[in-house]
């Protein structure tokens, strides 16, 4: 089954929306975190995204494939680094993880093509 994966993107933001309208402290706490993380550093944003979709691998979560494999190819990671992040997930995860590796390449393929 193919998803479409700039529209699970779109559900999640728009759910997350009414979470942040919830919860404004909390989600900017989070935002705050996700800024820390994913800036420059030792590693660069680019491969923090590609740890990051491989953690998203790995623990099967299709929001997390979405919105990493949107930034990591905004981040001008390559397929090919995808295919190896998705080596590291499904490694880290196991055989449930290797279909959601599958879902994570064909994410980043239709974001690639936009």
């Known amino acids: 089954m193919i998803k479409d994966w700039q529209q699970i993107a779109q559900d999640h933001s728009a759910v ?3 979470v942040r309208k919830g919860l404004p402290e909390v989600m ?3 935002g705050g975190l996700a800024q820390a ?3 420059e550093g030792a590693l660069s944003s680019r491969t923090k995204e590609l740890v990051a979709l491989a953690l998203g691998v790995a623990v099967r979560c299709d929001g997390c494939i979405a ?3 949107r930034a990591a190819q905004k981040f001008g990671a390559s397929r ?3 295919l190896e992040i998705v080596g590291m997930g499904i490694y880290m995860g196991g055989g449930p993880s290797l279909m959601y ?3 994570a390449l064909e994410a980043y393929d239709q ?3 936009l």
């Open 101 to 103: 590796g599958a879902q």
């Open 80 to 82: 090919e680094e995808i």
């Open 28 to 30: 900017k706490a989070f």
């Open 16 to 18: 997350l929306a009414d």
């Open 67 to 69: 919105f990493h494999a």
């Open 111 to 113: 974001f690639a093509a």
């Open 37 to 39: 993380a994913t800036a």
